[in-house]
């Protein structure tokens, strides 16, 4: 795969994962990948967690169910980020950003867009809907057969100073070179966030992966090869939509948008 192809193809991975385990050299592959990134000084600021046994991915996937039903239980999850979500094709053409809720079930795409209101969000949680997203999220983290979690040291992560800033930046571009390798392998890959969203979860989270005071945990990634046939989740979206060129880019000043142009990818 060259690298425009690789750029081009990149995207998050919602669905399940083939369970055969990824193999060693694989692992290391993405790990390897991941420091060929720049860092400041080449200070390599990240640690990396590979979590390939089943009894720690499983209390992984059991804080990532429970805390993706609290999240939608307390109402925060979409209040915090439904400016994120688009309803219709028209709306996205618009907007070209944010994530396009194009798979949801049969009984509810008629009320589509006020499903994500607070009032019908109290009521489908009440029904149990929460805990069903919820379990499906677990199942989703529990069958991937790889979890990886990025590290920074607080050596260099200072939170506030300078340093804390470049260790980010540097681990968003390790993250990114993990990202394109696994497309690289046939792999998937998607982000575990929801608890990191509650502290007392995300603080559950650290114990059970062992992190020492000198580390600080940053994110948790699950993994795996693809599967010959994509199955979607109960409600799913689509975000490989872009803005217009225009819309992001300026020649010498913010005040001159640079003019669209077709797509060079
Ligand atoms: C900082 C950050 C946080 C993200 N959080 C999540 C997440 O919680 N769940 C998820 O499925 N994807 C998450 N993503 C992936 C984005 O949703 C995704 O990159 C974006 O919608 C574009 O889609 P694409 O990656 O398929 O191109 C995150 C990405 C970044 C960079």
């Given at each position: 795969m060259n690298l425009r192809e690789a750029i081009r193809t990149r995207k998050t991975s919602n669905g399940h994962f083939d369970p055969r385990p990824v193999s060693l050299e694989h692992q290391r592959m993405l790990v390897e990948a991941a420091e060929r990134a720049p860092s400041h000084f080449n200070s390599q600021p990240w640690r990396f967690v590979l979590i390939d046994d089943p009894h720690v991915r499983s209390k992984i996937a059991s804080i990532g169910g429970r805390t993706m039903t609290q999240l939608i239980e307390g109402g925060s999850f979409f209040t915090r980020y439904r400016k994120y979500f688009r309803f219709s094709q028209e709306e996205m053409d618009e907007r070209r950003d944010g994530i396009f809720?194009?798979?949801?079930p049969m009984a509810l795409r008629p009320f589509i867009k006020q499903v994500f209101s607070d009032n019908v969000m109290n009521v489908l949680s009440k029904l149990g809907v929460a805990k069903l997203l919820g379990e499906d999220n677990r199942k989703l983290i529990e069958g991937s057969p790889l979890l990886l979690a990025a590290l920074l040291t607080k050596e260099e992560y200072k939170p506030g100073e300078l340093s804390g800033y470049y260790c980010t930046l540097s681990l968003g571009m390790a993250i990114e070179h993990v990202w394109l390798m696994t497309g690289e392998l046939g792999m998937g890959i998607q982000f575990v966030s929801?608890?990191?969203?509650?502290p007392e979860a995300w603080e559950e989270l650290k114990t059970v992966l062992q992190?020492?005071?000198?580390?600080e945990l940053m994110a948790v990634y699950r993994l795996g090869y693809l599967p010959p046939e994509k199955q979607r989740p109960r409600i799913d979206w689509r975000s490989d939509h872009r803005k217009r060129l225009s819309q992001i880019a300026f020649r010498n000043t913010c005040a001159n948008p640079e003019p669209d142009a077709p797509s060079t990818l």
């Amino acid at each position: 795969m060259n690298l425009r192809e690789a750029i081009r193809t990149r995207k998050t991975s919602n669905g399940h994962f083939d369970p055969r385990p990824v193999s060693l050299e694989h692992q290391r592959m993405l790990v390897e990948a991941a420091e060929r990134a720049p860092s400041h000084f080449n200070s390599q600021p990240w640690r990396f967690v590979l979590i390939d046994d089943p009894h720690v991915r499983s209390k992984i996937a059991s804080i990532g169910g429970r805390t993706m039903t609290q999240l939608i239980e307390g109402g925060s999850f979409f209040t915090r980020y439904r400016k994120y979500f688009r309803f219709s094709q028209e709306e996205m053409d618009e907007r070209r950003d944010g994530i396009f809720i194009d798979q949801m079930p049969m009984a509810l795409r008629p009320f589509i867009k006020q499903v994500f209101s607070d009032n019908v969000m109290n009521v489908l949680s009440k029904l149990g809907v929460a805990k069903l997203l919820g379990e499906d999220n677990r199942k989703l983290i529990e069958g991937s057969p790889l979890l990886l979690a990025a590290l920074l040291t607080k050596e260099e992560y200072k939170p506030g100073e300078l340093s804390g800033y470049y260790c980010t930046l540097s681990l968003g571009m390790a993250i990114e070179h993990v990202w394109l390798m696994t497309g690289e392998l046939g792999m998937g890959i998607q982000f575990v966030s929801t608890p990191m969203e509650i502290p007392e979860a995300w603080e559950e989270l650290k114990t059970v992966l062992q992190v020492p005071d000198d580390l600080e945990l940053m994110a948790v990634y699950r993994l795996g090869y693809l599967p010959p046939e994509k199955q979607r989740p109960r409600i799913d979206w689509r975000s490989d939509h872009r803005k217009r060129l225009s819309q992001i880019a300026f020649r010498n000043t913010c005040a001159n948008p640079e003019p669209d142009a077709p797509s060079t990818l």
